[in-house]
């Protein structure tokens, strides 16, 4: 009786072994397409497969391979990264920003720039009543943006202030010249500098009356300023609301 136990046992270990579910050959890729990341962020790509993935970039100058699946903005600029688990191969592009611009959906609620951007680093109300939340480049938002501003008035978004590093003036420019247009020159005064500046400003490609000023903050970090905002029929001209900090 005992050997038949034995017998019966050692025929249901065979037939379990011989039911082994083969390992799936399928790669996924569950991040986006076109991958957009800014200049020295790091980032791990999501995707699974049975098999080990092995990743590679098709210019390493720009986009670099940290490690499995992590990727690094070495530089602004377009490239390729490949996946594959030996089976099956994913070809992605990856565009390597200067830095993520700030919202151009004015006149939303703050909620809807947490739900974008994260809890701020800091948030409060200035001395003229509106509710700022401040993001730091400091806390890892953008190696490019010393800080990113938004503006709140009445709860709704008005215009947003980023200070872009010193020594980026290149590849600033490169990325007002894809994205905006230069349609005027206005003199405003900096305390910073205690002297009148020239401030350019450009209308957004994709929307004239969203405009975006550029002049030297004259700070001690030596940034230059920017700041976005949106006109309307009350603010036809440059510029009532963007330029009330200075």
């Known amino acids: 009786m005992r050997k038949t136990f034995i017998f019966i046992m050692m025929t249901l270990i065979i037939t379990m072994s011989g039911c082994k579910k083969d390992k799936s ?53 377009q490239a390729k990264i490949t996946l594959s688990n030996s089976y099956e ?70 215009e947003a202030d980023v200070y872009i590093r010193k020594n980026l003036d290149n590849l600033l420019n490169n990325y007002l010249n894809n994205n905006f247009i230069l349609t005027d020159t206005i003199k405003v005064y900096n305390p910073n500098i205690s002297d009148s500046t020239d401030a350019l400003i450009y209308r957004h490609n994709s929307d004239m009356n969203i405009i975006c000023g550029r002049y030297p903050s004259g700070n001690e970090w030596q940034e230059t300023f920017l700041f976005y905002a949106k006109l309307d029929e009350e603010n036809a001209k440059p510029i009532k609301k963007a330029l009330r900090t200075l």
């Open 25 to 77: 050959k399928s790669l996924n890729y569950n991040d986006s397409d076109p991958l957009s990341i800014v200049l020295r962020e790091t980032r791990q790509v999501n995707a699974t497969s049975e098999y080990d993935i092995a990743y590679s970039s098709s210019n390493n100058n720009v986009v670099s391979i940290l490690n499995a699946g992590t990727i690094y903005g070495k530089n602004v600029g």
């Open 89 to 158: 191969n994913k070809t992605v592009d990856v565009n390597v920003d200067l830095f993520k611009e700030p919202s151009l959906d004015f006149g939303c609620s703050p909620k809807e720039i947490k739900s974008q951007f994260g809890t701020p680093y800091n948030a409060g109300y200035n001395a003229e009543g509106y509710l700022v939340y401040v993001y730091s480049g400091n806390e890892g938002y953008s190696y490019a943006c010393g800080e990113m501003d938004f503006f709140f008035e009445s709860g709704r978004y008005v």
